[in-house]
């Protein structure tokens, strides 16, 4: 069974940038999609992108400028970093596994973009 | 990108009762590509339904899923007291993933 869970800073300052990691078990990260999803506080779920571990990724539109992702295969994990953090990136940030269907999730990691 | 909206916002029911939640997309979706979440406070979504009406392993069967092009449904049949909730509708096309902004079921 596919386990992930999302680490890093809780607290990032606004224009920095945002870094997460998502440590997989039970699965390797290889030969499949995996994503990161979003969702401030009180809101909606927002997807960020997804990619596979050969390199190809897709990102929203709206976050492609300052999104990237990587993976890890020796670690078995993943990573997003957002640039120029602004109050708007305060989100609970969700890792996940799949492309277009979704059925695996850590338990997310709240993120404040605060001074 | 394809905008997903979810009708009521809030659906106020008694459990037992029947909950039709409805998911409307700007564009036409892809049946293959139509999926719904359930998300408890605290929690992350939970996976339900794929392709428009195939439930995920361990779903139960009081839950449904129905609709083409740009009209879907969520159903549940007897609402038990576990399943108040927010339930969002996703899609995927042109190489974008949207949610729809969730319907929140919660107790009369």
């Known amino acids: 069974q596919v386990q992930l869970q999302e680490s890093g800073p809780r607290l990032v300052k606004p224009s920095e940038t945002l870094s997460l990691t998502c440590n997989v078990s039970?699965?390797?990260?290889?030969?499949?999609?995996w994503s990161w999803i979003r969702q401030p506080p009180g809101k909606g779920l927002e997807w960020i992108g997804y990619?596979?571990?050969?390199?190809?990724?897709n990102y929203n539109s709206s976050l492609a400028s300052r999104v990237t992702f990587s993976g890890d295969t020796s670690k078995n994990q993943f990573s997003l970093l957002l640039t120029s953090a602004t109050a708007a990136d305060t989100a609970i940030y969700y890792c996940?596994?799949?492309?277009?269907?979704?059925?695996?999730w850590g338990q997310g990691i709240l993120v404040t973009v605060s001074s | 990108e394809i905008v997903l909206t979810q009708s009521p916002d809030t659906l106020s029911l008694s459990p037992g009762e029947r909950a039709t939640l409805s998911c409307r997309a700007s564009?036409?979706?892809?049946?293959?590509?139509l999926a719904w979440y359930q998300q408890k406070p605290g929690q992350a979504p939970r996976p339900l339904i794929s392709?428009?009406?195939i439930r995920i392993k361990g779903i139960p069967d009081r839950f449904s899923g129905s609709g083409s092009g740009t009209d879907f449904t969520l159903t549940i049949s007897r609402l038990e007291p576990e399943d108040f909730a927010v339930y969002y509708c996703?899609?995927?096309?042109?190489?974008?993933?949207?949610f729809g902004g969730g319907t929140k079921v919660e107790i009369k």
């Open positions: 996940a596994r799949g492309s277009w269907k979704i059925d695996s």
């Open positions: 039970g699965v390797s990260i290889s030969g499949y999609y």
């Open positions: 990619f596979y571990n050969s390199g190809s990724t």
């Open positions: 564009q036409s979706v892809s049946s293959t590509y």
């Open positions: 392709s428009v009406s």
């Open positions: 996703q899609q995927y096309s042109s190489s974008a993933l949207t």
